[in-house]
């Protein structure tokens, strides 16, 4: 079956350069997340978005944005990026708004030197 | 602060053993989930509980949801060498909107030894 693919899966930045993460949600679903896991830590929501919406918004730092295009995947761009942002980033989409099952994709490692 | 709590933060027991992982959380929840995330990898959805269920079943995993107390328990029976992974409770808080995101707990790093 089908799942969330994330690309790229692995990123390195510098400080203060910008980076560009990309999901494509499993066929079908309309509600893509983002969440962010540092080191050791839980995933902590980040935002969410509805048929190309934005739906809910977590801890998203100003200096990220996010979107969802027609065919349904997203981008989450940050710009100024900082040590602390290294961290996993997981993409998960899901079929309802119900708060329903999320199925999540593989990651994409962001390492910020 | 976090919505989940999760205890223990590691548990490590013998194969074929039951591991329980206890959740708890702060507000009024839609419902909660538990997911596995095996080190460095994405979250994989193990179980839902409906805020008016107390009590669910999937294979080998049982979840008990108490919201009069605001905690919740996760039973892995006949564990196995594959159960060694982290697993997370999550709620989704009661709203009238949707794609709300998930907030999780801290997790639990369950280990079996063979």
């Known amino acids: 079956a089908a799942g969330v693919i994330q690309s790229p899966r692995h990123l390195i930045k510098e400080k203060r350069e910008t980076a560009t993460l990309k999901c494509y949600p499993i066929p079908r679903h309309d509600t893509v997340y983002w969440y962010q896991q540092g080191p050791g830590q839980d995933p902590q929501f980040l935002i969410s978005?509805?048929?190309?919406?934005?739906?809910d918004k977590g801890s998203i730092p100003d200096r990220f944005s996010a979107q969802q295009f027609s065919d349904y995947h997203s981008e989450l761009n940050m710009s100024s990026l900082e040590l602390g942002d290294s961290a996993l980033y997981f993409c998960a989409s899901s079929l309802t708004t119900a708060g329903e099952e999320q199925f999540f994709g593989p990651g994409t490692r962001l390492t910020v030197l | 602060s976090q919505q989940g709590e999760e205890d223990p933060q590691a548990l490590s027991i013998q194969e074929g053993e039951n591991a329980t992982m206890n959740c708890s959380y702060k507000t009024s929840i839609n419902n909660l989930q538990w997911y596995r995330q095996n080190s460095g990898r994405g979250l994989v959805h193990l179980i839902l509980?409906?805020?008016?269920?107390r009590e669910k079943h999937s294979g080998r995993l049982r979840v008990t949801l108490d919201t009069s107390k605001k905690s919740s328990s996760l039973l892995i029976t006949a564990s196995r060498a594959a159960d060694t992974a982290s697993y997370f409770c999550a709620t989704v808080l009661y709203s009238g909107g949707g794609a709300d995101g998930l907030t999780f707990g801290k997790g639990t790093h369950l280990i079996i030894q063979p």
């Open positions: 509980i409906r805020s008016n269920e």
């Open positions: 978005f509805y048929e190309k919406m934005q739906s």
